[in-house]
């Protein structure tokens, strides 16, 4: 229950992007102490509340990095920012987690469906909050199941 209304205060804080610091703060000192202390900036970015001044990727910098460890592809976008996007991730999600022949784990369910690690979460909760995904486990370890 706490992922979930975790999980509806970044959507909050992502549709209401006129919020200031010090009205998050006054959340923060209120009923959603606990919530706003699990919240990093990067969850919020990452729903896709980043800012529109962002560079451009030509603009940015090139990365030095020597890591000769293969690169995770790139994930295939999703639109989970409309109603409609949601409604449409979340049944392939649900048909994805419904073909399963056991439970599965969400980065499974990302490699299907597309989309970020927080969206496939993000939309795993509301289907459990729906009644129509259970789930098992902790962590690393969760796993989930069509009901």
Same mark, same amino acid.
């Given at each position: 229950?706490? !992922? ?34 699990? +919240? ?17 990727? !030509? ?15 790139? !994930? ?16 392939? +999600? ?44 902790? !962590? ?8």
């Amino acid at each position: 229950m706490e !992922a979930v209304e975790r999980d509806v205060f970044i959507n909050l804080v992502c549709e209401n992007p006129q919020l200031t610091l010090a009205e998050l703060t006054r959340l923060g000192k209120g009923k959603f102490a606990n919530l706003l202390s699990t +919240v990093s900036v990067g969850d919020i970015i990452e729903a896709g509340g980043s800012s529109p001044t962002a560079p451009d990727e !030509a603009e940015a910098k090139p990365s030095r990095t020597k890591n000769t460890a293969k690169a995770k592809p790139k !994930a295939k976008p999703v639109n989970t920012r409309t109603p409609e996007g949601r409604r449409a991730y979340d049944a392939a +999600v649900l048909s994805i987690v419904g073909e399963a022949d056991r439970a599965i784990k969400a980065p499974e369910i990302t490699a299907k469906v597309g989309g970020t690690a927080l969206q496939v979460r993000k939309s795993l909760a509301r289907l459990i909050e729906l009644g129509k995904v259970t789930w098992e486990g902790k !962590a690393r370890g969760m796993r989930y199941s069509a009901v």
